[in-house]
């Protein structure tokens, strides 16, 4: 084996472990159905404890690349196959199996940021910023917002981007009729089946033509994705509304290798994902592109509140001109005074905290019920 573990590296032991084995998985030396190292046999090799080879391979599990069997050890579930998952496919055909769902509730604010804290930092943004807040903000967002957002994405999501790639608007459903104008209202766009109403009624309204294409439990069907005329893909890889349906590591990879043909675009709907209860942050498909063709949005409505209507999008920097272009003109829907108040929420750390305590928590509750 190949292995190691650089105890100088700031990264921890089983993170580094965890990519190393993912890597090997994803390229197929550890091809689906196989046995993985054994823990011992790792440890050894790495010269790290037997538990930090139990957090990587834990790591792996929930992330839908392995998965453990009692008193054998670890095998691989992830696949690749041609993209469709062409075995899963002829199961399916042959039991025609009904898909039900567990729905989450549309709690948006279930987990509230702390409001002394937010009052804080707008007396403090007030104080400090002084008539900047009355200023207009330039068409894609306050500079100061969009290169916070960027430091935020690169060190707690994977994504390397340029503040030239961010957009700000106010709340997602602004954002999905700009993206609409942006790749084309003559273009074919599919959305999951069940999704979040506002999708479907959002293009409906631009006047594009919307296919809707079935859930299965780890995601888009592969028989749906295989015959769409879309070249378009809108998804929520962490659990999708109204379903609660994540993408599975492999479902993951199809829809990146869908979208290498033809000129398609994935947009990456990435609500929620971070109060994954996982040891990690969750993968986005943003960072795992290698034809720069997944547009990826969020927003700090849920995260912070509802009430405080701020998105954002990161484009490839292929559609920058392409942007500027077509909807350079419009001014941004965010009031500067909230620019500068989540800018110093990401800035100072107390963002980040909120997100890392609301994670214990909802760990705390998985393991009590």
Same mark, same amino acid.
């Given at each position: 084996?190949?292995?190691?573990?650089?105890?100088?590296?700031?990264?921890?032991?089983?993170?580094q472990?965890?990519?190393?084995?993912?890597?090997?998985i994803?390229?197929?030396?550890?091809?689906?159905?196989?046995?993985?190292?054994?823990?011992?046999?790792?440890?050894?090799?790495?010269?790290?404890?037997?538990?930090?080879?139990?957090?990587?391979?834990?790591?792996?599990?929930e992330?839908?690349?392995?998965?453990?069997?009692?008193?054998?050890?670890?095998?691989?579930?992830?696949?690749?196959?041609?993209g469709?998952?062409?075995?899963?496919?002829s199961?399916?055909?042959?039991?025609?199996?009904?898909?039900?769902?567990?729905?989450?509730?549309?709690?948006?604010?279930m987990?509230?940021?702390?409001?002394?804290?937010?009052?804080?930092?707008?007396?403090?943004?007030?104080?400090?910023?002084?008539?900047?807040?009355?200023?207009?903000?330039?068409?894609?967002?306050?500079?100061?917002?969009?290169?916070?957002?960027?430091?935020?994405?690169?060190?707690?999501?994977?994504?390397?981007?340029?503040?030239?790639?961010?957009?700000?608007?106010?709340?997602?459903?602004?954002?999905?009729?700009?993206?609409?104008?942006?790749?084309?209202?003559?273009?074919?766009?599919?959305i999951?089946?069940?999704?979040?109403?506002?999708?479907h009624?959002?293009? %409906?309204?631009?006047?594009?033509?919307?296919? +809707?294409? *079935?859930?299965?439990?780890?995601?888009?069907e592969? !028989?749906? /994705?295989? @015959?769409?005329?879309?070249?378009?893909?809108?998804?929520?890889?962490?659990?999708?509304?109204?379903?609660?349906?994540?993408?599975?590591?492999?479902?993951?990879?199809?829809?990146?290798?869908?979208?290498?043909?033809?000129?398609?675009?994935?947009?990456?709907?990435?609500?929620?994902?971070?109060?994954?209860?996982?040891?990690?942050?969750?993968?986005?498909?943003?960072?795992?592109?290698?034809?720069?063709?997944?547009?990826?949005?969020?927003?700090?409505?849920?995260?912070?509140?509802?009430?405080?209507?701020?998105?954002?999008?990161?484009l490839?920097?292929?559609?920058?001109?392409?942007?500027? %272009?077509?909807?350079?003109?419009?001014?941004? +829907?965010? *009031?500067?005074?909230?620019?500068?108040?989540?800018? !110093?929420? /990401?800035? @100072?750390?107390?963002?980040?905290?909120?997100?890392?305590?609301?994670?214990?928590?909802?760990?705390k509750?998985?393991?009590?019920?």
């Amino acid at each position: 084996m190949k292995y190691s573990v650089e105890k100088n590296n700031s990264s921890p032991a089983y993170l580094q472990l965890y990519r190393q084995l993912r890597e090997d998985i994803i390229q197929g030396a550890y091809p689906f159905g196989s046995k993985l190292p054994s823990k011992r046999l790792l440890a050894d090799e790495t010269g790290v404890s037997i538990i930090t080879v139990e957090h990587a391979y834990a790591l792996l599990c929930e992330e839908g690349y392995a998965e453990s069997r009692q008193r054998s050890g670890y095998y691989v579930c992830f696949r690749t196959g041609d993209g469709f998952a062409a075995m899963a496919d002829s199961k399916a055909s042959s039991l025609s199996p009904v898909v039900s769902f567990s729905a989450p509730s549309d709690n948006r604010n279930m987990h509230h940021f702390s409001y002394p804290m937010l009052a804080r930092t707008m007396r403090k943004v007030l104080s400090d910023c002084g008539d900047a807040i009355l200023e207009k903000s330039p068409n894609e967002g306050c500079h100061a917002l969009r290169e916070e957002i960027r430091k935020y994405l690169l060190r707690s999501r994977g994504i390397s981007a340029d503040v030239s790639q961010i957009v700000i608007g106010s709340g997602s459903e602004y954002l999905y009729g700009l993206i609409a104008s942006l790749l084309g209202r003559d273009r074919i766009y599919a959305i999951e089946s069940p999704s979040y109403h506002k999708i479907h009624q959002v293009y %409906e309204s631009c006047d594009v033509t919307v296919e +809707t294409l *079935p859930l299965g439990t780890d995601g888009i069907e592969s !028989r749906a /994705l295989r @015959s769409t005329k879309a070249d378009i893909l809108h998804i929520t890889p962490y659990r999708s509304f109204p379903s609660g349906v994540t993408a599975s590591a492999s479902k993951r990879h199809e829809y990146l290798q869908w979208a290498e043909k033809n000129n398609r675009y994935l947009i990456e709907d990435d609500y929620e994902s971070e109060f994954s209860v996982s040891r990690k942050a969750e993968e986005t498909l943003f960072a795992h592109t290698k034809k720069e063709n997944v547009i990826y949005m969020n927003t700090f409505s849920n995260t912070i509140s509802s009430s405080l209507r701020i998105a954002y999008m990161v484009l490839p920097k292929h559609l920058i001109p392409v942007f500027e %272009e077509r909807l350079g003109f419009y001014s941004c +829907t965010v *009031p500067t005074f909230e620019q500068y108040v989540l800018a !110093r929420l /990401l800035a @100072s750390g107390d963002f980040e905290r909120h997100i890392n305590r609301v994670r214990r928590q909802k760990r705390k509750e998985q393991r009590t019920n």
